[in-house]
Each structure stands twice: as C-alpha cells, then as structure tokens.
C-alpha cells in the first residue's frame, strides 16, 4: 500500500494502540532503507538503529520509556542512536532526520508510530547495550495500528511562518 509523501506526511498520527502482529521482513528493510537515505551533515550518518522485536525486550524498553507500555504491543520498537564521535554537534538532528524517514515510510506501508522522546537514557542504553560513546536520541514503535486517531489542530500559518523577514505575514 504505498503512498506519496505528501499523503503520509498528512497522514501520520502518534498511534498508541496496536494489533499484536509481526512487521514482515521486507517491510522492515524499506522502512529502515529510509533511514539510511536520510541526509545528514555532511553525509557523516552519525547513527545506529537498534529493531527490538522480542517480546520480553520490547516490555523493558517501553517501561525505560516512562512507563509507556503501549509500546511494547507493536510489532518492533526502532531506537535511535546518535554517535557523537562520528559528529559531535550534528548527530542529535541527523538521527531525528533519519527517524522521520523511517516513521513517514512506516505510515505510507500502512503502520501505525509514536515519536518518543520520553525515556530513561541510561536505561535504555543499557537494555540495547548501547556504546557508552554513543547516545539513545529517541525511539518509535512501529505496528500495525488499532486506533486510527484523528488530526490534531495545528497553528494557523499566519502563525509559524514569515515571508522574507520573521514577523511578515504570509498572504
């Protein structure tokens, strides 16, 4: 079921509830292909992924997430790891880059994803076996959705962008 961007980028919603069943293999691989075709600073690609599929993993991994143990219904959680060594001031928005990828292919295949942001660093890495030189940037559950919810409202464009000077209005 592939869409074109625009549609998955309008599409996309945080799914917090999932349908037990596995991600196939091939659908994995083009979700994290998108992640690697991701730009990065210099096209140093400061990242790592670490697909947490077991069962068992899944549970402690979303409990390091504050708790969020809806995660741990979906199919896989993807963790983003950022490597400060590879690119010290860029990997934080490089690894963000290359998860928005994978999320937006996620959503065009027909899955449901949930930013997190909210996690106990240091419990994760050591879940994960993270690299002490490296750092867990954020993480995504990637199934397949049992909630379809709806858009939520977003600022006015006269709002969040300026025509040639920030403060000037957009027509």
Same mark, same amino acid.
């Given at each position: %079921?592939?869409?074109?961007?625009?549609?998955?980028?309008?599409?996309?919603?945080?799914?917090?509830?999932?349908?037990? =069943? &596995?991600? &196939? +293999?091939?659908?994995? =691989?083009?979700?994290? +292909?998108?992640?690697?075709?991701?730009?990065? /600073?210099?096209?140093? !690609? &400061?990242?790592?992924?670490?697909?947490?599929?077991?069962?068992?993993? =899944? =549970?402690?991994?979303?409990?390091?997430?504050?708790?969020?143990?809806?995660?741990?219904?979906?199919?896989?959680?993807?963790?983003?790891?950022?490597?400060?060594?590879?690119? +010290?001031?860029?990997? @934080?928005?490089?690894?963000?880059?290359?998860? !928005?990828? %994978?999320?937006?292919?996620?959503? /065009?295949? *027909?899955?449901?994803?949930?930013?997190?942001? /909210?996690?106990?660093?240091?419990?994760? /890495?050591?879940?994960?076996?993270?690299? *002490?030189?490296?750092?867990?940037?954020?993480?995504?559950?990637?199934?397949?959705?049992?909630?379809? @919810?709806?858009?939520?409202?977003?600022?006015? %464009?006269?709002?969040?962008?300026?025509?040639?000077?920030?403060?000037?209005? %957009?027509?």
């Amino acid at each position: %079921m592939a869409k074109d961007t625009i549609s998955a980028i309008m599409e996309r919603r945080s799914v917090r509830k999932y349908v037990d =069943k &596995p991600i &196939p +293999e091939e659908d994995l =691989k083009t979700i994290l +292909e998108a992640g690697r075709q991701a730009p990065s /600073a210099a096209n140093r !690609q &400061p990242w790592h992924f670490v697909v947490v599929r077991d069962p068992e993993q =899944k =549970k402690k991994v979303a409990e390091a997430c504050s708790d969020q143990t809806w995660m741990a219904a979906a199919g896989v959680i993807i963790a983003g790891i950022g490597k400060p060594s590879v690119n +010290e001031k860029w990997y @934080p928005v490089d690894v963000a880059i290359a998860m !928005q990828n %994978m999320i937006l292919a996620a959503t /065009a295949l *027909g899955y449901g994803t949930c930013w997190i942001g /909210a996690f106990d660093e240091q419990q994760v /890495a050591r879940l994960l076996g993270v690299p *002490g030189d490296c750092k867990v940037v954020a993480l995504t559950p990637v199934g397949v959705p049992d909630d379809h @919810p709806e858009a939520r409202p977003r600022q006015p %464009m006269s709002e969040f962008a300026s025509l040639d000077r920030y403060g000037e209005k %957009m027509e």
